[in-house]
């Protein structure tokens, strides 16, 4: 009965959900999150049947594909109950996970089972002190070991994640690209984003276009458009002769928000309509209020997207506009 609901005031239908478990992580990426981060009591997070009931009541407005993440979502405790829950449910589409792959050597075969189809796994570089730098933690092996676990364990695709900074891994974008073609993994890379107040680098001396990586691919490998339209900000390319595809998420570059299909919900149940704007509705406050009145979660979604925004408003000259990190919206 509520099936198609969602829908904003731009007619964008909302099919997709980014659903953040927790705020926590293992590791300390400098373009995320600072050594001593201060993370949300826990009471504040949403509790997994709260995660699940803000999913049912998605899933009954018309949502198909759910992604879960985090912080790390995989450090969440009893997270594998959440997606064995939704795995069940026949509605989805695609279920997906983003991690940072530390914890896929124990977990990768039990998501499987549970039904989750697809895996992006993060990876800014091969090198083992450079991984260090970036994630501030010495776990390349560890992340390796998880890739190839999740490789055995039988996901539909698997994504790599690379944020590319020049001057830091922009010499490895080839070494990633054939990591990737060597697994017959897909490879997305990332365009860093002004989320957060970073102190560890200068945005400005560390910003690597997604043209400038692509032109680096095009030396070795020819890239041919692919037509698979996420409703996302990645644009993806064939690498021709190799099941391999690459994407670009350029938040900078391209004005991605025409076909934008998804909303995100913080681990402390805030529903953000735009990763670029603040404007938020508490789910979690309603919970609390009235726990098990799916009716009135849903009649608040609906009337939430009345506000989703028409577009983002990132600039890559412009400072921190958005005083949030990427680990608290879920990525
Ligand atoms: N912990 C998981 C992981 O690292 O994949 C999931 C959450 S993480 C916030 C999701 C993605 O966001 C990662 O691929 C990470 O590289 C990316 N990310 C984090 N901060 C970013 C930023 N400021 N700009 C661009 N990408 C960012
Ligand atoms: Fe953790 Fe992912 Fe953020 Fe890195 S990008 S600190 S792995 S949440």
Redesign the pocket.
Known sequence: MHTHQLVDPFGRRITYLRLSVTDR?D???TY??SEDMQFAPRQQILSLEEAYAVADAFIALGVRRIRIT???PLVRKNVLSLLQRLGARDELEDLAITT?GSQLGELAAPLRAAGVRRLNI?LDSLQRERFAAF?RRDKLEQVLAGIEAARVAGFERIKLNSVVQSGRNDDEVLDLVEFAIARGLDISFIEEMPLGSVVSHSREQTFCSSDEVRRRIEQRHALVRSNKVTGGPSRYWQVVGTQTQVGFISPHSHNFCGDCNRVRVTAEGKLVLCLGHDDALDLKRLLRAHPGDGERLRQALVEALRLKPERHHFASDEQVQVVRF??MTG?
């Open positions: 992580c590791f300390r990426c995320c999150m985090g912080g790390e940072n993060s994630t990427m680990s990525g």
